[in-house]
């Protein structure tokens, strides 16, 4: 049985929020036998970020999903994805005060300006790069047609300008 990519990408989408959701589980029942406490701050953030690292996954699994459509069903493809950087970059800022409080680090600069910067080039440098992989990659599935089209051209004017073979 053959899929098309559209179902592979959400299958393996899927499958991999799946096993992230059981190492999670095996990490929340490791927890009673492990004493580190850097372990359970680990395993606490990611239980109270488990819905925002579900949301991302499906996101980006959206995103992944419009890119495999041709052209113009992919156009939506660069706008899903670059709000899930924005939405994942927003995600990694909220963890900086966590691992500052479990490392022990100070950062000698101001989170909010370096987030508002961050954001703002991820997005649109997302957006950009996203449109141009939508567009050239149209041009490619035009020439390639374009190919397949001139090819069968030339094998059916070659098979009329063969005299056929006759029957003794």
Request: hydrophobic fraction near 50%; avoid cysteine.
């Amino acid at each position: 049985m053959k899929f098309s990519l559209p179902v592979k990408i959400l299958f393996r989408g899927l499958l991999g929020l799946v096993i992230f959701i059981i190492f999670l589980g095996i990490a929340n029942f490791l927890e009673s036998y492990i004493s580190y406490s850097s372990y359970h701050s680990f395993v606490n953030i990611l239980n109270q970020a488990l819905w925002t690292i579900v949301l991302l996954s499906l996101l980006f699994l959206a995103a992944d999903l419009f890119r495999a459509f041709k052209f113009p069903y992919n156009l939506p493809y660069p706008i899903i994805n670059a709000f899930a950087f924005v939405y994942l970059i927003s995600f990694l800022f909220d963890l900086f005060p966590l691992i500052i409080i479990v490392s022990g680090v100070e950062i000698p600069w101001k989170l909010s300006a370096v987030r508002a910067f961050t954001t703002l080039l991820v997005f649109f440098l997302t957006i950009f790069s996203g449109y141009i992989h939508v567009f050239t990659h149209r041009h490619e599935q035009e020439k390639v047609k374009e190919e397949k089209e001139e090819k069968e051209d030339t094998e059916k004017s070659e098979e009329k300008k063969k005299p056929g073979k006759k029957k003794k």
